[in-house]
């Protein structure tokens, strides 16, 4: 039996991550770690815990307790720690910092040397392609790619980054980064793109799109991302960095579009409104290293994965009205206590 730690693992990535990898791989048992802030969700998990048994268990705890993550490793047994812990709202990182700093810069220094302390065999760092900045109308990001971050946010995902790829070089630790570009999916808390817009429309609320809607961005499913996470954890090259993308490209406005001819909405619920400061242009990834050394593809199309996706949150619209209330948190406290 395998014993991973993961951690974020009520997020959207973190959470999707956790439920394929017990389904796909019996030989593995996973111990979840999640400071459950905001957008951490144990709600996403309730049928996991439930029919996981032993393979399964969550810890309540911040990456920045030291003490907590050294009795989460060592009181499991965990051999493969992979970090998805973070906070990941480029809008909130631009109204405050702190949290950002604290918990990506901070906690993955604290992750890393109860990962060392250990002797963990492999660390994971789950990161984003933001970390590159922005490009033109052409080209891509590769691993190679000089780390350029603009926002707050990706400032303090390439400062983690750049910790890992530290320990690595001084310490000799066998880290392995991963790079991804925006993620859909199930379970994703309704500020992003796609579960806000989704939501607003069956609302019949507004479509809040930044500037002029031409900003281009690469979307990849998220059991694809999970997929080459765990190809990357297991398969990949010690100090390597992976790049996963779902090689599918669209201006915010073609996507809003695509949302609403969907959902069979009016185009009339789109209003444009004050662009984000320091916005980037258009992200778009080369994975081909990916796929040359971990045998990963993409295999779920954006308009499957959309679909899918829709589909998702017509059947559980319950789980985003206690999203929006806040009542997803009562959850935990009936099922752990205080």
């Not at 002029?212 to 390597?240: E, P």
């Not at 929006?324 to 099922?335: D, L, M, P, T």
Request: charged fraction near 20%; charge should be negative.
């Amino acid at each position: 039996m395998r014993h991973v730690l993961v951690t974020g693992g009520c997020g959207f990535i973190g959470s999707n991550f956790v439920r394929l990898v017990l389904a796909e791989h019996p030989d593995v048992s996973i111990v979840n770690v999640d400071a459950l802030t905001y957008a951490g969700n144990p709600e996403s998990l309730a049928d996991v815990e439930a029919s996981a048994g032993e393979r399964y268990r969550f810890v309540h705890a911040d990456i920045c307790d030291r003490d907590a993550m050294d009795a989460a490793i060592t009181d499991h047994g965990v051999d493969l720690v992979i970090n998805f812990a973070a906070e990941s709202h480029v809008d909130r990182s631009i109204q405050d910092s702190t949290p950002f700093v604290k918990t990506n810069v901070v906690g993955t220094q604290v992750l890393l040397d109860a990962a060392k302390a250990a002797g963990v065999t492999r660390y994971v760092q789950v990161s984003t392609d933001e970390v590159y900045g922005t490009l033109g109308e052409t080209g891509l990001f590769t691993e190679s790619t000089p780390l350029a971050p603009n926002s707050p946010y990706s400032s303090s995902k390439a400062g983690a980054d750049l910790l890992v790829r530290a320990y690595h070089e001084t310490f000799g630790m066998d880290t392995v980064t991963t790079r991804c570009s925006n993620n859909y999916g199930p379970f994703q808390f309704p500020e992003k793109l796609i579960p806000l817009f989704v939501s607003n429309a069956l609302d019949g609320k507004s479509l809040p799109v930044y500037g002029d809607g031409k900003n281009v961005r690469d979307w990849i499913y998220v059991d694809d991302h999970a997929r080459g996470i765990w190809a990357a954890a297991t398969a990949g090259k010690s100090g390597g960095v992976y790049n996963f993308g779902g090689e599918s490209e669209l201006q915010n406005i073609v996507l809003t579009r695509h949302i609403l001819k969907a959902l069979g909405k009016s185009e009339d619920l789109i209003t444009f409104v004050k662009d984000r400061p320091g916005h980037d242009l258009r992200y778009a990834i080369d994975c081909s290293k990916a796929k040359a050394e971990l045998g990963w593809e993409p295999a779920v199309t954006f308009e499957e994965g959309l679909q899918r996706t829709i589909d998702w949150y017509l059947a559980n619209p319950e789980w985003i009205e206690r999203v929006k209330s806040g009542a997803y948190r009562e959850y935990y406290v009936v099922q752990y206590g205080e």
